[in-house]
C-alpha cells in the first residue's frame, strides 16, 4: 500500500499522537526508521511501543529540541533521509480567534506553535544535510485553512496565517536547496480526528457542516492515517522530481462550495 522506505531514517516532530504518529507508524510499516518527538509525556509510552527508534519528549516550540532529535538519529542511526513536522496546535486558549479578538499573546504563541517551530526543525534538518550533500526530504503540515478560510466556524486568524506562512516558508526553502538536492513539501489537511479537534468533533453544526464541506467517502471527520500515504509519498523516491508543491488532503474541502 505505501512506497518503499527501507534504508530510510526519518525524524517526526509531532510524532507521538495524531496524524504524527500515524505517520511515523507508516514509516515503520514501510521498513523505515524513526526517530520522534512528542510534547506529551502521557503519550510517549504507546508511541515507544508501536514505534521502531527512537521516541522523545520535547517542546517543538524551543528552538533547541528538533536539533537534538536529528542529532540523536544521526547518532543511532547513521544518517537522515527525512523530516516531517506535524506538531502545532491551537492558539485559542491564549487568545486567538477573530481579529478584532486576538490578543497579543495568542498571536506569538500561535505563531510559536505552528510557525516558529516548522523553522527550528526544518535548519536542524538542512543543517545536518547540507556539509555532506546527502540531500534529503521535508514533509511539513500544514492546513487547508491557509487557502480555503472558514470564518463561520474555524475563526482562528493567527493559526491560518501560521500555516499560510509554513507554505511561503516551505516554498523559499524548496527554492534554496533544490541545488542540494534537498527537497520541501507541504500537506495540507482538512478536518482530522485529533487532539486538537476534539471541539469541533463534538458540534453537531460543525460535523453538519464538514459533512458537505468535505464530502468524500461519505462525508466525514478526516482520519490521521488519510494523511500517512501523501507523507510517505513525499518521502520516498517516489517524489524525487517533486519539490515546493502543497498538496491537499482535505477529503474535498478545498474545491467544496458547501
Request: net charge negative; with cysteine.
Amino acid at each position: 500500500m505505501y512506497p518503499d522506505l527501507r534504508e530510510k531514517v526519518v525524524a517526526v516532530i509531532g510524532g507521538t499522537s495524531g496524524m504524527g504518529l500515524a505517520i511515523a507508524r507508516g514509516i515503520c510499516a514501510s521498513g523505515g526508521k524513526v526517530a520522534a518527538l512528542g510534547r506529551d509525556d502521557e503519550h510517549l509510552p504507546g508511541a515507544q511501543a508501536m514505534l521502531d527508534g527512537i521516541v522523545t519528549a520535547g517542546d517543538a516550540a524551543s528552538p533547541d529540541a528538533a536539533g537534538s532529535l536529528v542529532a540523536a538519529a544521526l547518532e543511532k542511526f547513521g544518517a537522515l533521509h527525512g523530516l516531517v513536522h506535524v506538531a502545532g496546535g491551537s492558539g485559542r486558549a491564549f487568545g486567538d480567534g477573530p481579529l478584532h479578538e486576538l490578543t497579543d499573546e495568542g498571536l506569538q504563541r500561535t505563531l510559536e506553535l505552528n510557525f516558529h517551530s516548522v523553522v527550528w526543525s526544518n535548519r536542524a534538518a538542512v543543517r545536518a544535510w547540507l556539509p555532506g550533500g546527502s540531500g534529503g526530504s521535508i514533509v511539513n503540515v500544514g492546513s487547508v485553512l491557509a487557502s480555503s478560510p472558514s470564518p463561520r466556524h474555524f475563526a482562528t486568524i493567527a493559526y491560518a496565517s501560521a500555516k499560510a506562512a509554513v507554505e511561503g516558508f516551505t516554498r523559499s526553502l524548496a527554492a534554496s536547496y533544490a541545488g542540494n538536492g534537498i527537497r520541501a513539501n507541504v500537506i495540507a489537511p482538512g478536518l482530522v480526528e485529533t487532539p486538537m479537534s476534539q471541539r469541533a468533533a463534538g458540534n453537531a453544526d460543525i460535523i453538519e457542516f464538514v459533512r458537505q464541506k468535505q464530502p468524500l467517502d461519505g462525508g466525514r471527520i478526516g482520519r490521521p492515517d488519510d494523511v500517512t500515504g501523501a507523507a510517505l509519498y513525499f518521502l520516498s523516491d517516489a517524489s524525487r522530481f517533486c519539490t515546493g508543491q502543497v498538496l491537499a488532503v482535505d477529503g474535498g474541502w478545498s474545491v467544496s462550495g458547501a
